[in-house]
């Protein structure tokens, strides 16, 4: 065994779909390369299963390069896996070492069923944007884009805030299963912005209502969220979710 | 046959307008009675799909991911462009209009370029309006950078995510018409099918990616904004999910596909570190501000970077490129690479690498200064590679990244299928053989937001036939061809993974059509990708259910298409006995090693039409009439 490759026992969350009840099954990955993202190193045991004829593992991703939000996994439980701020598609193999026995688990939120072993639905999210999450302007009649200075302080704030991916790490991660720190980075970049404020007390009303309607559980300031957000956003945007939604609470009485 | 292109008659900077007068419009009443079919969700889908529910169009939005937001623009890291000129540098739209023609190697279509670069300050007034947090001075306005291919600073961004963030505000606009109830969304639904009806696109058959089904939705017109097809090499800077499938399902409808063979390659990526690799990262172009490229002097040198004295580098790039230097067009840094490594010179495992150094301007500005400029990107070098950056230079190589080809479309943005429109990195008519950086984004949102809308008010103004039911029989026959086909895929219980075919393909394309091309090596990509097709539908192992989430069999058939898509490529390069842009024939070159163009023989856009598997298609050429721009000889010494 050289220094660059390992063995590893994978115990990984199966399900065949969304109605069956799931288990852990076990395989061992040989041979992985310390230069293999996690996924990749899926890639190679779902190589395996496959010339072996069993059922691959599902799991989501896409872009592989920690922006699009796709991928998810609990690994050691922890969401995202051991590295701060970064996605799973973004932790590599040199992250782990010969002989260690890793668990895979999908996000586990009521409000993101699993779909299918380590693939849950996520659509909550999208509903929640739906019923507020923009600035409604339609295409065409924007003022040119200097007419409206913004200091670049706030500019910089929002887009702290905008970075989120729309993982749902923060939600798994959280023992309530809240949505706060998501609702809270688009209620924050927006609210931080000019372009934001007509529509700023009806947006957090509406977003929040709608988190509470998808079963999401409210935040009880433990932190979880985000030490493991791959994009680093800070509670002090729950904090501003919360006095935004208590004056507009407020003001619409 | 030649290609009708459409563009209005008249002055260049006066078409967009005399179209827009001259254009037929749909009342209000009358749109709501229109469905429009919009496949992908990207800046360019999800931009129409918004602004046409916005019109009052019926919309239905399909993509493949688990939601609209995870389109692959969402890792556009740099900027968008557009002719503000708000530094005062002398930009103007004509200027961005000359470089895009410039950059694209003067195989482009002057009208549509121009019509881009008009709208191009559209896009960034809609784009703030949304609320994307662009980059800002201390005085509240907007900050722009410089990109390669310009003299003039005229790039919008945000941080490194300008397309994230362009994509969330397309993405919210869209989600803005979900909840109102305007456009009904698909997500995690792929089209594997486009329906014709007496000829004209009427509707699309897809495959829920959880259930399985299959089923066909009808409407007025279908609008494919399903990105590039970069993928068919396997190792790219593109998404996995990306791919040829719903632009091949169309070509094979009777849609022509133009100019496959402009493929580009971006120099600095990351370079491959084994077989298990599954994607390619691209590092900012920027990092060739600060850092320089260079590989031993001589081939089997395994001294450390740092222990190789100055006397037994080579800075290739500087010297052969003196005025340029390491800020060298994409095309010309990349085929530089290429060849370094193919004289031995290469660096890291396998020799498919090139130092990139920073210790020059470290020495020079201090690690703090590069750290504050590069700091996100040397982060993520560590966390791939393993390696700090600040200590030993990089390695990079250059890596698959854009598709300028792509489906043929007029001035509509409508391909030869009456309905059949096409949108972004999907088309192919704004880039020509090679695309500046900061131009896809534009030219994506410039599509949906401001192109569409007017000429699809134009179509429907001038066609009778209505949405057609989805029990006529051309449906119905669409739906027994998918189920057939993915019956087959599960049926063949062979030896092989479809990732072990894809491999091979994509290596067999990538060394014979890639960075460099040569008559001899494509004929033996053309002789030998039928015979890998042939096995894949003889020997892969295909396992699971049609009827369930089953993620093998979607990469299936996705690499089914890549299979017949690779041969069309091929040819077309064949075709093309000359070097442009991105389309690099080692037997057309200058006598220092630059591309050759023959305008004489190659000034047109290939659009070929399919003839069945295995077929030569048929080739149709639209000529590339150039009205006010002269057409030059690139150069960069």
Redesign the interface.
């Known amino acids: 065994m050289s220094e660059t490759t390992m063995n590893l026992t994978l115990r990984v969350w199966r399900q065949k779909n969304a109605q069956s009840a799931g288990t852990f099954v076990e395989y061992e990955a040989k041979n992985i390369s310390v230069d293999m993202s996690f996924l990749e190193m899926l890639d190679v045991v779902n190589e395996e299963l496959t010339a072996r004829g069993e059922d691959p593992i599902a799991f989501d991703h896409d872009c592989r390069e920690g922006i699009c939000g796709m991928c998810s996994l609990t690994i050691n439980g922890k969401a995202h896996g051991p590295l701060e701020a970064t996605t799973t598609c973004q932790l590599h193999m040199r992250s782990f070492k010969n002989g260690d026995a890793i668990t895979v688990e999908p996000w586990r939120a009521k409000p993101f069923p699993v779909i299918k072993d380590l693939v849950t639905d996520r659509s909550a999210f999208d509903r929640i944007i739906q019923v507020g999450g923009f600035v409604s302007v339609s295409t065409g009649g924007a003022p040119d884009g200097n007419a409206l200075p913004i200091p670049k302080t706030d500019a910089d704030a929002a887009m702290d805030a905008a970075q989120c991916i729309g993982c749902g790490a923060c939600v798994a991660a959280c023992k309530n299963a809240s949505a706060m720190l998501f609702v809270a980075a688009k209620v924050g970049h927006l609210g931080l912005l000019p372009q934001g404020q007509t529509e700023r007390d009806r947006r957090v009303l509406h977003m929040v209502a709608q988190m509470d309607e998808e079963g999401f559980g409210n935040c009880t300031n433990i932190g979880s969220c985000s030490a493991v957000c791959p994009k680093e956003i800070g509670q002090d945007f729950i904090s501003r979710l919360n006095r935004d939604f208590l004056k507009a609470s407020l003001r619409a009485k | 046959m030649t290609l009708e292109s459409n563009v209005p008659s008249g002055p260049l900077a006066h078409k967009w307008s005399k179209y827009k007068q001259e254009q037929k419009l749909v009342n209000p009443a009358n749109k709501r009675k229109f469905e429009v079919l919009i496949v992908g969700s990207g800046l360019a889908g999800a ?1 129409a799909a ?2 046409l529910a ?1 019109l009052g169009y019926n919309v239905k939005c399909f993509c493949f ?6 389109a ?1 623009s ?2 556009a890291q740099g900027g968008i462009n557009a002719a ?1 000129n ?1 530094r005062n540098d002398g930009d103007s739209i004509y200027r961005l209009f000359y470089d895009t023609i410039k950059g694209g190697d003067f195989r482009a279509r002057e009208g549509n370029v121009h019509r881009l670069a008009e709208v191009s300050v ?1 896009i ?8 994307v ?10 900050d722009n950078r410089s990109f390669g291919g310009a003299q003039v600073s005229r790039t919008f961004y ?2 490194g ?1 300008t397309g ?2 362009l994509l ?1 505000g397309a ?3 869209l ?2 018409q ?2 109102l109830g305007t456009v009904k ?1 698909y ?1 995690r639904t792929e089209m594997l099918d486009l329906v014709l009806i007496n000829g004209e696109a009427k509707g699309i058959v897809v495959r829920d990616l ?1 259930t399985g089904a299959i089923s066909s939705h009808g409407g007025d017109a279908v609008v494919l904004a399903t990105g590039g097809y970069g993928n068919v090499f396997y190792l790219s ?1 593109n ?3 990306c791919n040829v499938t719903a632009t091949y399902r169309a070509y094979k409808k009777g849609a022509y596909f133009a100019n496959p063979c402009y493929t580009q390659i971006h120099p600095t990526c990351i370079p491959v ?2 077989d ?4 390619l ?2 590092m900012s172009e920027s990092l060739r501000n600060d850092g320089r490229v260079w590989v031993p002097k001589t081939a089997g040198d395994t001294r450390l970077p740092q222990d190789i004295p100055e006397g037994d580098r080579d800075y290739y790039l500087e010297r052969k490129y003196p005025s340029y230097g390491n800020l060298a067009p994409r095309d010309i840094a990349s085929r530089a690479a290429k060849e370094a490594c193919d004289n031995g010179l290469g660096v890291g495992p396998g020799g498919r690498g090139v130092y990139l150094d920073f210790s020059d301007a470290i020495k020079r500005l201090g690690e703090d200064k590069i750290r504050e400029r590069y700091g996100n990107l040397f982060e ?1 070098y560590e ?4 390696e700090n950056a600040y200590q030993r230079p990089m390695r990079i190589y250059p890596a698959v990244h854009y598709t300028m080809g792509g489906l043929w479309v007029d001035y509509n943005l409508m391909s030869n299928i009456p309905g059949l429109f096409v949108l972004g990195e999907a088309n192919f008519s704004d880039h020509g053989a090679n695309r500046l950086g900061a131009s896809a984004l534009m030219q994506g949102l410039a599509d949906g ?2 192109v569409l ?1 007017y000429t699809i008010a134009n179509h429907f103004a001038s066609t009778k036939q209505h949405k057609p039911s989805t029990d006529a029989a051309e449906f119905k026959e669409a739906e027994q061809e998918v189920e057939a086909r993915i019956k087959k895929l599960l049926s063949i219980n062979g ?1 092989r ?1 479809v ?2 075919f894809h491999r091979e393909l994509g290596k067999l394309v990538w060394d014979k059509c890639g960075m460099a091309r040569n008559d001899a090596g494509l004929k033996e990509a053309l002789a030998r990708i039928p015979a890998l097709r042939e096995e894949f539908w003889e020997n892969v ?1 295909v ?2 259910d049609a009827e ?2 089953n ?2 069999l979607e990469r299936a058939g996705r690499v089914a298409d890549f299979m017949e898509f690779a041969e069309l490529l091929c040819l077309d390069a064949l075709h093309r006995k000359e070097s442009c842009g991105g389309h690099f024939r080692e037997e057309y070159q200058t006598e220092d090693g630059e591309a050759q163009r023959n305008d004489e023989e190659f000034s047109y856009v290939a659009a070929w039409g399919y003839s069945g598997v295995g077929n030569a298609p048929v080739l149709n050429k639209e000529p590339l009439v150039y009205e006010e721009v002269h057409m030059t000889q690139r150069s960069y010494k």
């Open positions: 931009s918004a602004t916005e991911q688990d939601s609209p937001r995870r692959h969402i890792a503000k708000y559209n960034i007034d809609q784009c703030v309006a949304q609320g947090p662009f980059a800002r001075e201390y005085g509240g306005l907007l945000a941080r995510q994230q963030q969330l993405y919210q606009a989600s803005r979900i909840g969304m997500p959880i800077t998404a996995q999910g570190s084994g298990h690799q599954s994607k990262t691209l993520m966390r791939i590679t393993g937001y401001f809308p030896k993974t990732n072990d192992n396992l699971g369930a989430l993620p093998a």
